[in-house]
Nanobody, 127 residues
Framework: QLQLVESGGGLVQPGGSLRLSCAAS????????IDWFRQAPGKEREGISC????????TYADSVKGRFTISRDTAKNTVYLQMNSLKPEDTAVYYC????????????????????WGKGTMVTVSS
C-alpha cells in the first residue's frame, strides 16, 4: 500500500519551531518530487515548499522563505520541513504530497500535479 504519513504538528507559541516529517511506505521517495502544502480554515490549499527528486532544486513560497527548510533523509525514506520563527498566520493543516518525477529538477507547484497525498498534520501557532 502506497502511503504518505505526516507527523510533528502541534501547538507552538509565536517565534517557536516545529519539524514536520513526511514518511513514505510502499514506494521510495528517491523517484519523487515532494511538496509541502498547507490549508488554513476558509482558505485555498497553498504550496509552500518543494524538493525535487534529484535534490538539485528546492523552492519556497515568499511567505515562508528564510524561515522554513525542506530536507530529505534517503535512508529513512522521509522528507522534513523545519519551521522556525513561526507566526500565527502559519496556522494550518500541513500536507505532504509526491509527484513521480525520477532524476529530475522539476518542482511541481499545483495540487493537481501530485500523485500521492498524506492526510495532514495540524499546526497551531498561538500564545
Amino acid at each position: 500500500q502506497l502511503q504518505l504519513v505526516e507527523s510533528g504538528g502541534g501547538l507552538v507559541q509565536p517565534g517557536g519551531s516545529l519539524r514536520l516529517s513526511c514518511a513514505a511506505s510502499g514506494f521510495t521517495l528517491d523517484y519523487y518530487a515532494i511538496d509541502w502544502f498547507r490549508q488554513a480554515p476558509g482558505k485555498e490549499r497553498e504550496g509552500i515548499s518543494c524538493s525535487s527528486s534529484s535534490g538539485r532544486s528546492t523552492t519556497y513560497a515568499d511567505s515562508v522563505k528564510g524561515r522554513f527548510t525542506i530536507s530529505r533523509d534517503t535512508a529513512k525514506n522521509t522528507v522534513y520541513l523545519q519551521m522556525n520563527s513561526l507566526k500565527p498566520e502559519d496556522t494550518a493543516v500541513y500536507y505532504c504530497a509526491a509527484e513521480f518525477a525520477p532524476d529530475s529538477s522539476r518542482c511541481p507547484a499545483a495540487p493537481s500535479e501530485m500523485d500521492y497525498w498524506g492526510k495532514g498534520t495540524m499546526v497551531t501557532v498561538s500564545s
